[in-house]
C-alpha cells in the first residue's frame, strides 16, 4: 500500500533523515520506533507532504506523491492523526467531526459508526474541543481522520501523555479498527502498544532505520530493543 525507498530530509541544511526505506501492505499495521530526536515524526511529514524529500521516493498504491502537497496526499486515501492532535478548540466536538467528513473510497465511517466506536465523544458531542481532556481530544483527533474515510491510518504518538487506563482505551480502538481492514502506520514511543498492535516494526537512529522485522523478531533481539529504544 505504502513504499518509501531512500528517503531524505531536511529542517533548513540540517540532514534528518538520511536514506529511510519502509512499506505498510494491505491490511497490515507498521510502527516506528526510536529515541527521541531519532526522526520518526520527521519521516510522516515528509509522507505527509509537509516536508518535501531531498531525495527519496513516496508511493501509495503505486502512485508517486512525493512532493505534493497535504491536502492532495489526504484526498489520495491517507488519514493523519499529527503529535499535537490539532482539532478546533472552539468548536463542539461534532463540528470539528462533520467538518472533516468525507466519502472516501470504502465510505466505510459515518457519523454514527464514529459515535459507536467512540461512545465517550457521543456523551460530549456539544462540548467544545477546549473542553476535553487530553484523552478525548486524542480519541476525537483519531474519529476526524477516520470520517476522512482514509485507505491507510498515519498516527503520531497516539498514547503519549495519556493515563494508562486511557492508553488501553485508545489501542482497543485501533484494535478494532485494524480489525475493519484499516492499515495503519504509526510512531509510538511505547514500547508495550507498539508489540501489542503491530504487525511489523521498524527502528530509526539517527535518520536511518536499524532495525525492521516482525514483533517476534523484536522481542528476541533484546540488544537492538536496549540500544535503540532504551527499556
Known sequence: MLSVDNLHA???????LQGVSLHVGEGEVVSILGRN???????????????????GRIE????????????????AGLGYVPQERGIFASLSVQENLVVAARRGESGRWTLKQIYQLFPRLHERAAN???QLSGGEQQMLSIARALLLNPALLVLDEPSEGL??????E????????????LSILMVEQNLRVAMALADRHYILN???VCFSG?????????NVVRLHIGV
Do not use: C, N
Not at 516482525?214 to 528476541?220: P, R
Open 163 to 168: 493515563a494508562p487506563l486511557i492508553v488501553k
Open 214 to 222: 516482525t514483533t517476534q523478531a523484536l522481542q528476541a533481539d533484546e
Open 206 to 208: 539517527k535518520g536511518a
Open 60 to 75: 501509495f498504491r503505486g502512485r508517486s506523491i512525493a512532493g505534493q502537497w497535504p491536502f492532495q496526499i489526504s484526498r
Open 128 to 130: 467544545r474541543g477546549s
Open 37 to 55: 530526536g531519532a526522526g520518526k515524526t520527521t519521516t510522516l511529514l515528509a509522507i505527509m507532504g509537509y516536508l518535501k524529500p531531498r531525495p
Open 170 to 181: 485508545i489501542a482497543d480502538i485501533l484494535r478494532d479498527v485494524r480489525s475493519q481492514g
Open 10 to 16: 531536511y529542517y533548513g541544511q540540517s540532514h534528518v
